[in-house]
């Protein structure tokens, strides 16, 4: 057992790789593809390539459950264009990443505010630390927040919104029922607000379209496939925490790839943010390995 539970880390560890690369091929596409289109065809086949694996469930499933489902769809869609809005004006994915991964210190206070729910005190620990870090990203020569820093952060407090909604009130589908018609659902919305504010280019080169295909195939089908093995055979919690290296593996495809510059007041802002997400997620109870 305690060797699965190795190999599904590992398998995790590959997720969260997976994950970052997810963003360059993504930052890539949006060159030759319009952002909005992107997003609804990469869901939409992303939807359809599960479909054959849960297509007897989604018959079976009532119908008013999957409609509440295809609700919490629109909102996944809206924190996705968001995000890709934000990329397609950034050019430092790994702050990006970083002020993405706050989401989950969001939760608690979307919660608290919907649901009446009081954040854990460990919670009020965490935030202050969150919050100096992202003061950090935006004080390069005085403060200065740029208009991605503020799309990231918006497409942020809307995953946190997407997580209590989903989290409440669709838990009578499978799991393989609700990620499917949710990505259809954001998948339509992309397409459709695509149509309406986008513009389609005459001709998409064939390099686009291989970015595309790595985007869909395995930042969007193969990641989501490999983080529900892996979360099979890991607790929670240290599931949680392998997730959080997805923004330092951006961090470091986006110095590689893109050459960007991590001034001191990023790196430290970076830091104080992983910090802070490690805090909270441990309940800051760190455990250090017995001597002798």
Known sequence: MLNSER???????????????GWIFSKET????PPFGFIGLRFTI?????????????????????LSAGGVGLLLGSAVMTWISAISISDTLGEGAFIMSLSMLFVPIVAWVMFRQRPQRIFWVSLPIAVAGLACLSLVGGWKQSASQLWFLIAALILALHFNV??????KLPVLVLT??????????????????????????????????????????LRYVMQTMGQKFVQAGNAALIMILEPVWTVVLSV???????????????????F???????????????RG
């Open 7 to 21: 190999k599904a880390a590992l398998v995790l560890v590959a997720t969260t790789m997976i994950a970052a690369l």
């Open 46 to 66: 992303a939807s359809v390539c599960l479909l054959p694996l849960c297509f007897r469930p989604l018959l079976a499933a009532n119908l008013k459950d999957v």
């Open 180 to 221: 499917c018609v949710q990505l259809f659902t954001a998948g339509c919305l992309g397409l459709i607000v695509s149509f309406f504010v986008e513009s389609r280019p005459t001709e998409i080169d064939s390099t686009i379209w291989m970015w595309f295909a790595l985007s869909t195939l395995l930042a969007t089908s």
């Open 30 to 33: 949006i060159q030759g593809m």
């Open 276 to 290: 802070s997400l490690v805090i909270y997620r441990t309940g800051g109870k760190f455990r250090f390995p017995k």
């Open 256 to 274: 590689l790839w893109y050459g960007e510059i991590l001034t001191a007041n990023k790196l430290i802002g970076c830091t104080l943010i992983l």
């Open 166 to 171: 989903n989290s409440k009130y669709s838990k």
